[in-house]
């Protein structure tokens, strides 16, 4: 997973933009977003398909970016996280 950073005003954010949100530029890097802080982790049990039947969708915080991933166990707030692409989208679990 990679966090989108302004390359002149230094923002960063999630979802890849045409242009900077505070600065209007248009010129971006790519930094690889490893671990996070976890803030908040809550049990889905009523998921679609291909989706497992149940899991955590678990919201971190990854150099000031809010990021969700899915983990197969609760994670505690304020406790590290490290996070992982597959098929299905970001997956975390304990650091």
């Given at each position: 997973?990679?966090i989108?950073?302004?390359?002149?005003?230094?923002?960063?954010f999630?979802?890849?933009?045409?242009?900077?949100p505070?600065?209007?530029?248009?010129?971006?890097?790519?930094?690889?977003?490893?671990?996070?802080?976890?803030?908040?982790?809550?049990e889905?049990?009523a998921?679609p398909d291909?989706?497992?039947?149940?899991?955590y969708?678990v919201?971190?915080?990854?150099?000031?970016?809010k990021?969700?991933?899915?983990?197969q166990?609760?994670?505690?707030?304020g406790s590290?996280?490290d996070?992982?692409?597959?098929?299905?989208?970001?997956?975390?679990?304990?650091?």
């Amino acid at each position: 997973m990679n966090i989108n950073r302004c390359r002149n005003c230094g923002t960063k954010f999630l979802v890849a933009r045409s242009v900077c949100p505070k600065c209007g530029k248009e010129d971006f890097e790519h930094v690889p977003a490893r671990s996070g802080i976890v803030l908040e982790s809550v049990e889905l049990i009523a998921t679609p398909d291909p989706y497992p039947d149940r899991y955590y969708l678990v919201l971190l915080d990854v150099d000031d970016v809010k990021v969700f991933c899915r983990s197969q166990e609760k994670l505690r707030e304020g406790s590290q996280a490290d996070i992982q692409d597959d098929e299905l989208g970001p997956t975390c679990r304990k650091a």
